[in-house]
């Protein structure tokens, strides 16, 4: 070993060669996973250290459009000190009527906040009664300064200060609008809190010591079912940020096993083309009496410290991780990652990089060994060496202990094992490609052109690279395309989701009685506008075909109708946009026991045909009714869907506001805005431009995460190209050298060997095509949960530009092949 050792190092000083393939390849795939675990597990540390404060308490009963009974607070105040608070959204105006805003408007109790601290902007006012908070967003739109005086329905409220720290902000979820923040009793005077209005009432607790949170949730939730209490406690303290993060974790783990595996691929390349370049070296070796477990000795140890450095630095750049998202992207992400050296992911990484190493450089080696002296007078006429047995399985065992690895250490094993299947499977495919366009190629009738002839003879002549260079072609086209499918979705999807002319507003809340006066207001501030209005209430699904929800053991899965309070409206007419699939619709006259038509998808989910029962609960009074028919709903037409819609008087009795869609010119949205604020203040004006502004920001942060991600797993891509091309040069030279003997010039020479790349990139592009459709479909609708909406011009641009850019590489690894000369090349014959 001490003889090894030496002469290792001794061949490391005079450079490292092929090994800097190696070293990048692993460097990419290591840093890749060690970020991302580093990452996850920084996010995921916060959630759970910081889940108390999310959510403002250690449990939380929230009631849909309504307060507490005296009993059920009394139930509430028995677990510990309690925080009252309503969510709502409210038209914030100034108080010269110029100017009004949407706010997310919070009213809470004195004890807020339970947990954390609320915080206002330098310079603001003393606590009062008629006092609001504001975020500094809403101010700057609204144009006041604290110390002014705003409108929230009918009260005049007093701006106290800039919102700069609202510790549960991130437990509140996705809001519409920007916060603002008053007191109950500044609620009461509002009048926003009518019967049918929209709004959520919660109830928050800090629990005596020693209570198990866990378990006292689970037991609210059982004993007040039928109250249709939303319990939570703070293990989730937001939900939200929850799935946000684990769907971004799912989409960063397919990216850090794809890198792995291409890292894998990239590390055979670059130690094959390394002790190919060796072979003068080894064969001199077993001349001067080396044997082959020195030779293996020599180049494990020096394919180990290469390694090693690679696997090192790549570990100080993924524990580095959480540090540089936070710096260049924190806003971007759902909570903020929770510094700290996180050991469990870096040691996993560093395991993954030291199996596929092995597993991967062991084939090489193996080849080296059987590398003999007489190589120095015949290295060009070498075959190819059959691996032993126990090589395959050395190769085989630790590709699958790194595969075991990574699915039984993945928060969703299923999910992990898909994606290394997939993963193998393509390389599979694309080696199976390769072998098919060799045994085409050698079957092809013979070109009269010589350059074409040669071109195809490359494919199939024995010492041909068509498997590395098929291999490199696909995974490198195939991960372009998939991202171009991925970021033109991204980018396509909002647009092909919203109408070429879509509403100006939505308008939540307009008074029963008063919708004759809301036409009139709108329609003398606009002339000509275009309103829709429809009854809305809200209320869960408490029994299906006479079994009450509450008593299911198990809810099907995608049945979201069953879970929470429903839009619930009714019409004698069917919508626009609706087409009805079974059943038919009531007369406009009808006035029989009530009658549902309901949306086809969720009616196929819960098993549900025509003439079967539903019930609902609208403002705790329950209504049977029976399914009339079911309806396809065109969600794209940016009006008001209901999922469930009953037939006139079904809710007599019942109060109900109005929802509306108001459709205006540009020029008079403000006008509307202002006209409709100073008549119904209780009413909420959301601007659809700003609700689109807000999903496309959204979207764009998501194309620019993906991109980034995607980048570490295109870079590997390329380098395995690189490898590929290395590998291959040796057998460029010696078929540069023997055609320049026979009067080709560089110009033909080149010309063989790009008729050579294209006509292989032609092929592979279209199976990458497939294939990265197929992975971009998978991310969207899976993962995302987006519409399928592609730009196919981007993806054939971007294919074109990706086979343009691998061709260039390609060519460019062939330029010393084109250099060399031929009196030293043969030589080496």
């Known amino acids: 070993m001490r003889l090894a050792w030496r002469l290792a190092l001794r061949d490391l000083r005079g450079g490292l060669g092929g090994l800097r393939l190696l070293a990048v390849c692993l460097f990419l795939g290591v840093a890749a996973i060690a970020g991302i675990g580093s990452l996850s597990s920084a996010l995921t540390g916060e959630l759970a250290t910081q889940g108390r404060m999310f959510l403002g308490g250690d449990l939380q009963v929230g009631l849909s459009q309504r307060r507490a009974t005296p009993a059920e607070y009394k139930v509430i105040a028995g677990l510990g000190r309690v925080a009252e608070s309503a969510k709502l959204n409210a038209m914030v105006a100034r108080a010269d009527g110029a100017q009004a805003m949407l706010a997310s408007l919070k009213a809470v109790d004195g004890a807020y906040p339970l947990v954390g601290r609320f915080t206002l902007a330098p310079g603001a006012l003393a606590a009062r009664a008629d006092g609001i908070a504001l975020d500094p967003a809403l101010a700057e739109r609204l144009g006041v300064r604290v110390g002014d005086n705003v409108r929230v329905g009918e009260t005049a409220l007093t701006v106290t200060g800039l919102i700069a720290d609202e510790p549960d902000k991130i437990g509140e979820g996705f809001r519409l609008a920007p916060p603002a923040i008053i007191g109950l009793p500044a609620l009461a005077k509002s009048g926003l809190i009518q019967p049918g209005s929209l709004y959520e009432w919660r109830y928050r607790v800090a629990a005596r010591p020693g209570t198990d949170v866990e378990a006292t949730a689970t037991r609210l939730k059982e004993n007040f079912r039928e109250s249709r209490w939303r319990v939570q406690d703070s293990s989730d303290g937001a939900p939200g940020a929850r799935r946000s993060i684990a769907r971004i974790g799912q989409f960063l783990t397919l990216v850090a096993l794809t890198a792995l595996v291409i890292a894998g691929i990239g590390v055979g390349n670059g130690v094959g083309a390394y002790l190919d370049g060796k072979r003068g070296a080894i064969a001199t070796l077993k001349t001067l009496g080396a044997d082959s477990r020195l030779i293996v000795r020599i180049f494990l140890i020096e394919i180990a410290l290469v390694s090693a450095g690679a696997i090192l630095a790549a570990l100080a750049l993924g524990a580095l991780v959480p540090a540089i998202v936070s710096a260049l992207a924190g806003s971007a992400l759902p909570v903020p990652p929770r510094m700290g050296f996180y050991p469990g992911p870096l040691l996993q990484a560093a395991a993954y990089g030291l199996l596929v190493a ?123 395309v998939t991202l171009a499918v991925i970021q033109s979705n991204l980018a396509g999807a909002l647009r092909s989701t919203v109408p070429q002319r879509a509403p100006s507003f939505f308008v939540l809340d307009v008074p029963a ?95 549900l045909k025509v003439g079967d029962s539903i019930t609902v609960s609208a403002l705790g009074v329950e209504v049977p009714a029976r399914i009339a028919s079911f309806r396809e709903i065109d969600w794209g037409t940016m009006g008001f869907n209901f999922v469930l819609i009953f037939s006139p ?85 010696y078929d540069a050298v023997l055609l320049k003997l026979l009067g080709a010039t560089r110009a033909q020479i080149l010309a063989v060997q790009a008729t050579e790349y294209a006509l292989l990139a032609i092929i592979v592009s279209l199976v990458a095509l497939g294939i990265g459709t197929g992975a971009g479909w998978y991310v969207v609708k899976q993962l995302f949960e987006l519409p399928w909406a592609p730009d196919w011009g981007v993806v054939l641009a971007t294919l074109g530009i990706g086979t343009s850019v691998i061709l260039a590489i390609g060519l460019l690894g062939s330029l010393p092949a084109l250099a060399a000369r031929p009196a030293r090349a043969l030589r080496s014959l």
Do not use: C
Not at 448 to 455: F, K, S
Not at 693 to 715: D, E, M, N, R
């Open 649 to 733: 008087h079904s809710f007599d009795g019942a109060p109900f506001n109005y929802m509306a869609t108001v459709t205006v010119p540009p020029a008079r949205e403000a006008a509307v805005n202002r006209a409709v604020t100073r008549a119904f203040p209780s009413s909420s004006l959301i601007r659809v431009g700003d609700v689109i502004a807000t999903v496309g920001a959204l979207f764009g942060q998501l194309a620019t995460a993906v991109a980034a991600a995607a980048a570490v797993a295109i870079v590997a891509g390329i380098a395995v190209l690189v490898g590929a091309v290395l590998a291959a040069r040796q057998a460029r030279v």
């Open 358 to 480: 092995f597993a991967f450089a062991l084939p090489p080696l193996a080849r080296a060994r059987r590398i003999g002296a007489t190589a120095l007078f015949r290295g060009a006429v070498e075959g190819r060496v059959r691996l032993a047995p126990r090589v395959i399985v050395g190769a085989g065992g630790a590709l699958l202990l790194a595969a075991a690895l990574a699915i039984f250490t993945a928060r969703e094993p299923f999910f992990a094992a898909s994606v290394l299947g997939a993963a193998a499977g393509l390389v599979l495919l694309l080696g199976l490609l390769a072998l098919g366009i060799r045994w085409i190629a050698a079957r092809l009738p013979r070109s009269r052109r010589p350059l074409l002839r040669l071109a195809i003879a490359n494919l199939h002549a024995p010492a041909a690279q068509t498997d590395r260079l098929v291999l490199a072609l696909g995974l490198g086209l195939t991960l372009f």
């Open 513 to 607: 009685d008063g919708i004759a006066q809301f036409n009139a207001v709108v329609r003398g501030a606009a002339p000509g506008a275009g309103i829709v209005a429809v009854p809305s209430l809200r209320g869960p699904v408490v029994a299906l075909k006479d079994q009450r929800v509450a008593d299911m053991k198990q809810i099907p899965e995608g049945a979201w109708i069953l879970r929470g309070d429903r839009g619930l409206t009714f019409a004698a007419d069917l919508p626009v946009g609706n087409r009805l699939t079974a059943g038919r619709w009531w007369a406009r006259d009808y006035a029989g026991p009530p009658l549902v038509s309901m949306d086809a998808e969720a009616g196929r989910l819960l098993g």
